[in-house]
T-cell receptor, first 114, second 114 residues
Framework: SQKIEQNSEALNIQEGKTATLTCNYT??????LQWYRQDPGRGPVFLLL?????KEKRKERLKVTFDTTLKQSLFHITASQPADSATYLC?????????????FGTGTQLKVEL | DAGVTQSPTHLIKTRGQQVTLRCSPK?????VSWYQQALGQGPQFIFQ???????QRGNFPDRFSGHQFPNYSSELNVNALLLGDSALYLC?????????????FGPGTRLTVT
């Protein structure tokens, strides 16, 4: 069955360091991989997406890589700040089924400490 | 430009009751998806509506039904509520098509079943 795995343990890093979050998937052929941020009690907020034929994408302090051979995406936040503390979700979209549903991982909680 | 709105914010129901949740999509979007998010989990896809029809459905029983109106707003109905239906219900809007389909989420409705 399709499975998306994110590190369930919280990631604690110091302010100014680079945070790296991992998303691994199996039995899936995504056309797009997306990353969302979710704060407690709020809906997810879209951050960045990468297409299956792209290796890397950047947006300000964010960088996403996508390796379809390893079936893995890495999400980097450089020069992290306490305001970056949140849960980060990866989501996959395939081009089948006639819709654009997303399949989400369980998320990784990031805590940036002073 | 109003984003995705949902109502109500919180709801408490008793087992066996029925509930209706409402969603208005982001301006310009034609597709509404509903997700269920249990505590500590990623959002799980319930179903998606486009042109007033259900286009995709996740692994949820028939107790979960929906509707999309001509103005693209949507309702999620859950019958015969179970304790396990307690969760954050998220509505997301997007544009259908072969594009990446990034989704814009509302703040969610917190449903508690007692």
């Amino acid at each position: 069955s399709q499975k998306i795995e994110q590190n369930s343990e919280a990631l604690n890093i110091q302010e100014g360091k680079t945070a790296t979050l991992t998303c691994n998937y199996t039995n899936y052929s995504p056309a797009y991989l997306q990353w969302y941020r979710q704060d407690p009690g709020r809906g997810p907020v879209f951050l960045l997406l990468i297409r299956e034929n792209e290796k890397e994408k950047r947006k300000e302090r964010l960088k996403v890589t996508f390796d379809t051979t390893l079936k893995q995406s890495l999400f980097h936040i450089t020069a992290s700040q306490p305001a970056d503390s949140a849960t980060y979700l990866c989501a996959l979209r395939a081009l089948t089924g006639g819709g654009n549903k997303l399949t989400f991982g369980t998320g990784t909680q990031l805590k940036v400490e002073l | 430009d109003a984003g995705v709105t949902q109502s109500p914010t919180h709801l408490i129901k008793t087992r066996g009751q029925q509930v209706t949740l409402r969603c208005s999509p982001k301006s310009g979007h034609d597709t509404v998806s509903w997700y269920q998010q249990a505590l500590g989990q990623g959002p799980q896809f319930i179903f998606q509506y486009y042109e007033e029809e259900e286009r995709q459905r996740g692994n949820f029983p028939d107790r979960f039904s929906g509707h999309q109106f001509p103005n693209y707003s949507s309702e999620l109905n859950v019958n015969a509520l179970l304790l396990g239906d307690s969760a954050l219900y998220l509505c997301a809007s997007s544009l259908l098509g072969e594009g990446p389909g990034e989704q814009y989420f509302g703040p969610g409705t917190r449903l508690t079943v007692t």
